[in-house]
Each structure stands twice: as C-alpha cells, then as structure tokens.
C-alpha cells in the first residue's frame, strides 16, 4: 500500500483558480499535463492525466467541504448535475459520470480570493487549520 501526496497539485489548483477565476478539473488536468505536474507517490510520480483528474478532484473534494471553493451552478447540464449528485455521495463509477464532473466549474467561495492575495501560505483551510499546499497523502 502506498501513498500519494497531492500537495502540488493543491497548490497548482489553486493557483490556476485565482489566475482564472473559475476552473474545471478538465482544464486544470489539461494545464497540469502542459506544465509537466504530476502526482506525487511514495513509489514515484505519474504524469497520467487521468490520475491527475482523479487527484485534482480530490482536491476539489477538499477545498469544497473547507468552504473555499464552490461549484458554479449556472447552466449545469443534467449530466453534470447527475455526477455532482453521485460525486457528494461517493458513487461516480462510470466514465461518463467523471467526464461530465470533470466539466463542473468551480470558483473560490465569497472571501477566500482575497486570502490568497495575500500569499499563498496565508490560504488557510478552516476545517483542518492548514495552510495551502496541504492535503498531506492519502492511502491507496
């Protein structure tokens, strides 16, 4: 069993976000790939764009629940409704799922771009008392 360390991709996500405004997880793995970022695991790196998306909405996941982003839900599409809705409750199983979740938009919450204007460091998770980059690893 090893473990993957997600703090890069936390802070290239969330740095994308304040540069954009708003960000899917498409064009964040898009832009991840183009950059050379990776995840980051106790037996290596992976370049993979998919376990970079997976990873990425993971970060989301997280960010999501701290309060400091949100979903931007102005025109979702019914397949992207579907994936949030099987998303909150741990269920996505189906490519078409993650691929319509992936197409979300999500922006920072009300007071969280001003956060980090003031440095990335200064971007602290209110549910866990972190700072950006964080996430520490998960086990897979």
Known sequence: MGHAHYKNLSRFFIRLLYARGTLTVHAATQQAVKVGESLQASCGSYDDPL???????????HWERAGAVKRVTDNLTPEQERALFLWEKN????????????????RFAP????RYSTGPYAFHCSHCSHSVPHLGSVTY
């Open 51 to 61: 376990e970079i998306a997976m990873a990425l909405a993971e970060v989301v996941n």
């Open 91 to 106: 269920r996505i199983s189906t490519s078409e799922d993650w691929q319509a979740f992936d197409t979300v938009s999500w």
């Open 111 to 114: 007071g969280w771009r001003n």
